[in-house]
């Protein structure tokens, strides 16, 4: 089974990984599989840490990790070793260890973006200065 570009759900007012360092380390897991597993083994994937992001678009926590956990088993058997075991999440999420690539969007990611969220949140905010003003002319 080859492993197929991701497509993650992204967040907002919940925590998510930061996008442009998922894109770069989906980058090199790709780069890894093309070359037969020599630039990044499946313990490098299983290692990655991500910064987490909150109050601002970030991708799916549980989408990316069990993403990466198909990626180090692809690169497990890519390289003919066997993959790790999932290691348990991380009390406090590393920075990311490798550099991001300048600030430009990947291909490797298409973005999937609800559009429900924004239009709650409008509502939201109509009704709390619904209640303002009536709270104030009362």
């Known amino acids: 089974m080859a492993l197929e570009r991701p497509r993650f759900g992204t967040t907002k007012l919940r925590e998510g990984y930061d996008i442009a360092d998922v894109d770069a380390a989906v980058d090199r897991v790709f780069v890894a599989l093309a070359d037969g597993a020599t ?11 991500f910064n987490p992001v909150r109050l601002a678009a970030g991708y799916d926590m549980g989408e990316v ?11 497990g058997r890519t390289s003919g070793g066997a993959a790790p075991a999932a290691p ?37 905010l109509v009704v709390l200065l619904a209640i303002v003003v009536y709270a104030f002319y009362a």
């Open 88 to 124: 348990a999440a991380p009390a406090t999420p590393a920075p990311s260890a490798y550099e991001t690539t300048g600030g430009t969007r990947s291909d490797a990611i298409t973005e999937v973006r609800p559009s429900s969220s924004r239009i709650m949140l409008v509502l939201a």
């Open 65 to 75: 990790d069990t993403w990466l956990d198909q990626a180090a088993a692809e690169l």
């Open 39 to 49: 630039s990044m083994t499946a313990s490098d994937v299983s290692s990655l840490r």
